[in-house]
């Protein structure tokens, strides 16, 4: 979430770069959500003070047997008021918030802009490219072929977008993950963790999924938690709402993850979709 000062300090640069990715954010909505939000705030934070004055000058009056029955009057006239201004202030921040999480991250100066993928650029490729001299087959068609992966059963049971790996297809994709974890482990110091596949709504809303990506999650209702679409939610999370100390730093960078992720496909070509 961008922070809302730079948004009030930049709201051409955040506008603009909201319209070149395509997304609906009104900026000038969040500029007045957050402008009535400080005023209310300001005249909370003095009735607050006039409130603590009271508390504090009744009881030394009272003591000196004087007569308080004004302050009594004034008292809770304001406490009245700070309880509404509570109400709304809760409110208009919830309105903000919502807000907020809808604008997305400045992308960088270089990032060419454009309505599809077709607006890319090509920066480079490594290598040459083989000449056949027929047509090669793709990887899906090859481990098929192979005995490696089962689409048509895997769709028996799940449904498309799924594979069963069988035989050596099953061998080496755990032979993979066994690796690279032995690999990082041993030559990289990394610190090997597993972590729960389903997350919470403010783990998933931390990481950028929600609130606009919530359709394509695998959702279990009852419990509002949600499967994990990539590794990065559960990474992420892992140190948040935490101070680390600067002697723990090294921490955040031996951590390896070995993890499932799940999403629905439903928005993306069908040539991904066996992917």
């Known amino acids: 979430m961008l922070d809302i000062k730079f948004i009030r300090e930049n709201p051409q640069l955040v506008a603009e770069a909201a319209a070149n990715k395509n997304e609906k954010v009104d900026i000038e909505k969040i500029l007045e959500l957050d402008e009535k939000k400080r005023k209310l705030q300001f005249e909370y934070d003095n009735l607050r003070a006039r409130q603590n004055s009271f508390s504090k000058q009744i009881p030394i009056l009272k003591k000196e047997k004087k007569d308080v029955s004004d302050l009594l009057a004034q008292m809770q006239e304001v406490s009245k008021k700070v309880k509404n201004l509570s109400a709304e202030l809760t409110k208009i921040n919830s309105i903000l918030h919502d807000n907020l999480l809808k604008v997305p991250n400045i992308p960088h100066s270089d990032v060419p802009v454009g309505k599809d993928e077709s607006a890319n650029r090509f920066v480079r490729e490594w290598s040459k490219k083989r000449d056949f001299g027929f047509v090669p087959k793709d990887h899906l068609e090859l481990a098929e072929i192979n005995s490696l992966l089962d689409f048509n059963r895997s769709g028996k049971i799940s449904g498309s977008g799924f594979a069963v790996y069988t035989g050596k297809g099953a061998m080496l994709e755990r032979a993979l993950i066994n690796f690279m974890l032995d690999y990082h482990i041993k030559n990289h110091g990394y610190k090997e963790i597993i972590a729960p596949y389903l997350v919470n709504r403010k783990t998933i ?68 979709c066996n992917n």
């Open 205 to 272: 809303t931390g990481t950028g999924q929600l609130p606009k990506l919530e359709s394509d999650m695998y959702r279990i209702e009852e419990d509002d938690l949600f499967l994990i679409p990539t590794a990065e939610v559960s990474v992420t999370n892992y140190f948040a709402d935490e101070i680390i100390p600067g002697w723990k730093w090294s921490d955040l960078f031996i951590r390896k993850l070995l993890i499932k992720c799940w999403k629905k496909w439903s928005l993306m070509p069908k040539k991904f």
